[in-house]
């Protein structure tokens, strides 16, 4: 198996990188709906600790994409580098990565401005990144349900842009699951 | 253990010539101060220690009588973690600025199954009336007619948007149900 990536395919740890994170990510948009909208009970209040490790956890998994991504370059995207569908891509993907690190940041913004611990597994305490106050978790909350929102059409637009190779078989979906 | 109590509330009542007003102090080990709100479906439980405590008890002359009493807001403990942060921080009792809640009694009456506290609970630095449920007891292991060891619960409710303590309304419960059990001693 193949680590790193080449000039033409992606390698194991950024295939692993963005599947896992795909699983990932989908699941923390579930779930981050349904917190939205629950009415919060002793039966349900260990969601808001799932959500909080799992929204640190994709955090995590982006920075070490961006710092893997500097060690081991991707591979240029298939056709014309200028061509216009190549700079939407390349568009699409840094604005996702953006949030990507922005929603979980501004989630700890706001989590922490409450004044509560913010904990992963319900345990290990994250220090607090906003001073307690009501202005920083208002913002703080509306920046993460703006970006969510921001970031379900940028995947809306990434899956479409996927479907889109696949039918034109260029090979992209195939150097992104089997390298 | 309430069984094993004899109500001294009876005393109250009945009007029974008994010493002239006596000054209790508090067993804070022994005493605690019970509340109780709605989360959802939910209870949210929790106890605050008493961090100070002068009671004055006259039977004879129960109007005569005075309960005052101040509470550690930085002590609260509630049934999960994140109730007991919410509860002290400052969205609710913002205990780093108001480290002490206190309740000053004003008008104390007999009734009938005890006796009707009325008074003046400060939470956040907010003054408000208040009327408590009073019952007193004998302390299991004193004698019948020995008063030097009591126990007294005190219970109430508040709405704590009166007190400006709105944080979580939307999951929590606006009224809080007090049961505070303190047991004293009277200072001979």
């Known amino acids: 198996m193949v680590w790193r990536n080449s000039a033409t395919g992606y390698g194991a740890i950024s295939r692993i990188l963005h599947w896992s994170m795909m699983v990932l990510i989908v699941g923390m948009l579930i779930l981050g709906t349904k917190i939205a909208d629950m009415q919060p009970s002793l039966a349900n209040l260990y969601l808001y600790g799932v959500h909080k490790t799992a929204g640190f956890g994709v955090l995590l ?14 591979p240029p ?13 390349r568009l699409v993907h840094g604005l996702i ?19 509560l611990d913010v904990l992963l597994f319900d345990r290990i305490p994250l220090p607090a990144i906003a001073p307690v106050s009501e202005m920083w978790e208002r913002g703080g909350f509306l920046a993460h349900g703006l970006l969510t929102k921001a970031l379900m059409a940028l995947l809306a637009a990434h899956i479409l842009g996927a479907m889109l190779r696949g039918i034109k078989q260029d090979g992209t979906t195939e150097r992104m699951i089997g390298g | 253990m309430r069984r094993t109590m004899i109500v001294i509330c009876l005393i109250l ?9 006596a000054t209790y102090v508090l067993e804070p080990e ?20 008493v961090s100070r405590a002068d009671l004055t008890l006259d039977f004879d002359k129960v109007a005569a009588s005075k309960i005052s009493v ?32 206190s309740f000053q009694s004003t008008r104390v009456r007999a009734v009938a199954d005890g006796a009707e506290v009325q008074g003046v609970l400060t939470i956040r630095g907010i003054a408000k009336p208040v009327t408590m449920q009073a019952e007193i007891f004998r302390q299991k292991g004193y004698l019948d007619g020995d008063l030097s ?29 007090l049961d505070i059990l303190a047991r004293i001693a009277r200072v001979d």
């Open chain 1, 61 to 74: 998994l982006t920075l070490i994409r961006v710092v893997w991504h500097r060690i081991s370059p991707p």
């Open chain 1, 77 to 89: 995207p298939i056709g014309v580098p200028r061509a216009l569908t190549n700079r939407l891509a």
């Open chain 1, 97 to 115: 990565y953006l949030c990507l690190i922005a929603i979980p940041i501004s989630g700890w913004i706001a989590s922490s401005a409450t004044g």
């Open chain 2, 13 to 21: 009542t009945q009007g029974t010539a008994l010493a002239a007003p």
């Open chain 2, 30 to 49: 022994n005493s605690t101060v019970g509340f109780e709100t709605d989360f959802g479906t939910d209870k949210i439980t929790g106890r605050m220690p």
């Open chain 2, 70 to 101: 101040d509470l550690n807001v930085a002590g609260a403990e509630a049934s999960f973690l994140f109730a007991a942060q919410a509860l002290k921080g400052p969205k609710v009792l913002d205990a780093a600025t108001y480290p002490t809640m």
């Open chain 2, 149 to 177: 060891h009591l126990t007294i619960r005190l219970r109430g409710a508040v709405n704590r948007s009166d007190f400006g303590a709105t944080g979580w309304s939307d999951m929590v419960g606006d009224q809080v149900r």
